[in-house]
């Protein structure tokens, strides 16, 4: 694919599964989950409630780890009946103190990136979720200081992007964003008239997914983050 | 008291007990929590109980409403040696999801304060807690035209100030904040060399309140909000 990105003169990473693993942490919470509720209803069952339950609250509690925790309480009531043992709240509190406390994990390559990029562009990290978690994540990673600063967004879309690149005073054409989602990282800012590049996790929320012929416009997709290096 | 605010170009303004009203709301939330553990401790127990086991989760939850259910779940468990009902779980988080999505109920004054200190400052909203919960009351309040940006900070002490007016490219002398909380709105920006000024609110939250002592440096104190148009 043939690109420009001779404009370029900030590039937002995406956090959660750009720089380090998230989603896996959230797939074994899952699976703990439903061992906590076996019995009360089947293993595919019980994903599929906690799922809709996350989506039902999602306008209430946005995006993160005290969210998701407070539905799995709620999904805990709804799939028992009521039923569930006091103590399985107590352990369903305990896995998301977990994961709120669990250790970074960067992914491959990300540190020969930044490294690389950071005398170049004006870097920072876009991210949704809790402020607090994902500061602290920033943190814990190491990778601070190749970054400007970090912007925790309530959503990405395309309205949040055009704020914050209102609010960093930079044109669109002027901005790359890199990440894991389609929906979250890639389409609005191709939406947008900015540039993005797509480089995928071998896991997506189900509610990150991208249906069938919504993936139009022009974007990089690249199987390794270091590959970047060979287009900036 | 003397003062000199003619250096002044951004004015930060608390949202929480300064814009609108909120300690409130926790007050009755946790009246209420007392209400369903009645017989299980005295209130006054049950009052303290959850007081510490909020500042037990603090470090990770951070601030905000989605933290404070998780907290009242927990103590529940706690102060009931895991005999609590389940129903009175669902009624704790109906709790959480009812705070979320209370109406906005703007304090005296502070649209007109507002609406005369717009034109001749950049005036941004200064908050800690949920960043989707401070965001969407930002926007229910519907003092949203008057405001360059809101920043939500994980907490408000002297560091996240001072990465704060670096990030925004003022200097100290350049930023007045104006505020309900001594400790978070006052103290820390006195002692970085920015000016404050403390509006109390009726109600201060036990974790936010300042010892006798520990209240030194220059500030300026005003009963009502309107006040500061005789300063700016």
Chains 1, 2 share one sequence.
Do not use: C
């Amino acid at each position: 694919m043939e690109v420009d990105y001779s404009n370029i003169k900030v590039i937002g990473f995406d956090a959660d599964d750009t720089l380090w693993v998230n989603e896996t942490y959230f797939r074994q919470a899952e699976e703990e989950f439903a061992s906590l509720l076996d019995g009360y209803e089947t293993k595919n069952k019980i994903d599929q409630e906690l799922f809709k339950m996350e989506i039902k609250n999602l306008h209430l509690y946005g995006y993160g780890i005290k969210g998701f925790t407070l539905s799995m309480v709620e999904s805990a009531m709804d799939l028992s009946n009521n039923n569930v043992p006091q103590k399985v709240i107590n352990q369903i509190l305990d896995i998301g103190k977990r994961m709120i406390t669990q250790p970074v994990e960067l992914l491959n390559g990300i540190e020969e990136v930044l490294e690389n990029l950071q005398s170049k562009y004006r870097l920072i990290v876009l991210t949704k979720g809790d402020l607090l978690d994902q500061e602290r994540k920033v943190e814990r990673s190491g990778l601070e200081k190749y970054f400007h600063h970090v912007e925790v967004l309530s959503d990405k879309k395309e309205k949040n992007y055009q704020n914050l690149l209102e609010h960093l005073e930079i044109k669109e054409s002027e901005f790359l964003m890199i990440g894991n989602s389609l929906k979250s990282d890639v389409l609005p800012l191709v939406n947008i008239g900015a540039k993005a590049v797509h480089v995928p996790f071998h896991t997506t929320w189900e509610h990150e997914k991208v249906k069938e012929g919504e993936d139009n416009g022009d974007y990089l997709k690249l199987n390794s983050i270091k590959d970047i290096l060979n287009y900036l």
